[in-house]
């Protein structure tokens, strides 16, 4: 007996698996954003004990949640995209004019956002995965393009009076467990927009895509290394190329909901986006080197940096670069934190192994 149970011990060890790398970044950012935001809510008070704070970043950002999302599955193979602000500019401006000049409406202004974003992320995927043009010098380009673009659709800033569009953008869903007490006692019921509905349907399907799919395990293989995951049998150019394309779908849906929130086409509009959605996913735990991210650590991610975004107001430092400064310094944080904790669980299970 006792020697069956001496037998059993190395198996025991054997089936620990220790956590994934994109699991443990996982829970670092989450327990990173709750820490804060109770820290904040301990600290401060005031609107951070408001729910409706709370919900007013997935409110203000569910555009900047889903483009972070697409920028993910492309730094997922090892790419980048700094295309996706200047595509929801380009979106917003094309809607607006179609329903305010053309008589479109909200179903024309969904199809146009669908079918520009796809557009772009189909020229940059087969550009990068085909041509083997350098990501970054692709979607430069791409940047450049769309906010010429923009200006060119109309100089001038337009806003949409279409009454159907209206109806959609007033639309607001009330969460009647959530909310506050006013001055006379009765309660305030919190509420989420329309985009937010939109903003969790997509990250609940990316999640799964990435989860259970092949074409989900195909983008971390690619990215982890794109030779070893030829030699599996894998398409590198085409999983490659169908990243790029996801990620201006989603590009695409997101400007539909950014002009959902604000109901207006500039030239300005989702001005350094593409710049805050790379920060975001790199504090959710997507590696710029590839292989390692997750869509629901991205989202984490955005909810951080903006959590400290009113953590900086709340301090009474409201001038635009304070907040520009702690963003540099939450980014630097989190690259040196997933470095350091990457290099030392590597040591450990080299060791292990050996």
């Known amino acids: 007996m006792a020697s069956s149970i001496k037998a059993n011990k190395p198996l025991d060890k ?16 989450i327990c990173t954003f709750f820490a804060m935001y109770i820290l904040a809510m301990i600290i401060w008070g005031g609107g951070f004990l408001n729910p409706q704070q709370f919900l007013d970043i997935f409110n203000n950002n569910a555009y900047l949640i889903i483009i972070s999302c697409g920028l993910t599955i492309v730094m997922i193979t090892g790419g980048i995209d700094i295309s996706v602000g200047g595509t929801v500019a380009l979106i917003t401006m094309v809607c607006v004019v179609t329903m305010e000049d053309h008589g479109g409406g909200v179903f024309t202004s969904l199809i146009l956002s669908l079918g520009i974003g796809l557009l772009i992320g189909t020229v940059q995927g087969f550009c990068v995965s085909y041509l083997k043009i350098q990501p970054f010098i ?9 906010r010429g673009m923009t200006t060119i659709v109309s100089k001038v800033p337009r806003t949409a009076t279409n009454p159907s569009f209206l109806d959609l953008q007033r639309f607001t869903l009330d969460l009647p467990f959530i909310g506050t007490y006013g001055r006379k006692g009765n309660f305030i019921p919190s509420y989420i927009e329309f985009g937010v509905i939109i903003c969790l349907v997509v990250v609940l399907v990316l999640w799964a895509l990435l ?13 982890g290394n794109s030779e070893s995951a030829l030699m599996l049998g894998i398409n590198v150019r085409r999983t490659k190329f169908f990243a790029y394309v996801l990620c201006g ?3 695409g849906i997101a400007g539909f909901t950014y002009l959902i929130h604000t109901g207006a086409g500039n030239a300005s509009n989702a001005t350094q986006a593409e710049m805050q959605a790379i920060a975001s996913s790199i504090i959710g735990g997507t590696l710029l ?13 955005v909810m951080s940096l903006k959590t400290i975004n009113n953590i900086v107001i709340a301090s009474g ?7 520009s400064i702690t963003t540099g310094l939450m980014l630097c944080f989190f690259i040196l934190l997933q470095s350091v904790i990457l290099s030392e669980r590597k040591k450990k299970l080299g060791t292990a192994a050996a």
């Open 211 to 223: 989860k259970w799919t092949r074409f989900g395990r195909n983008l971390y293989a690619v990215g």
């Open 138 to 146: 692709v979607t430069l380009a791409g940047m450049f393009f769309t």
């Open 14 to 29: 054997k089936s620990r698996q220790p956590l994934s790398n994109t699991a443990l970044l996982l829970t670092i950012t």
């Open 289 to 301: 080197s590839g292989g390692v991210g997750n869509v629901i650590g991205t989202l984490f991610g």
């Open 249 to 251: 779908l989603l590009a």
């Open 317 to 323: 430092l409201r001038e635009p670069y304070w907040q």
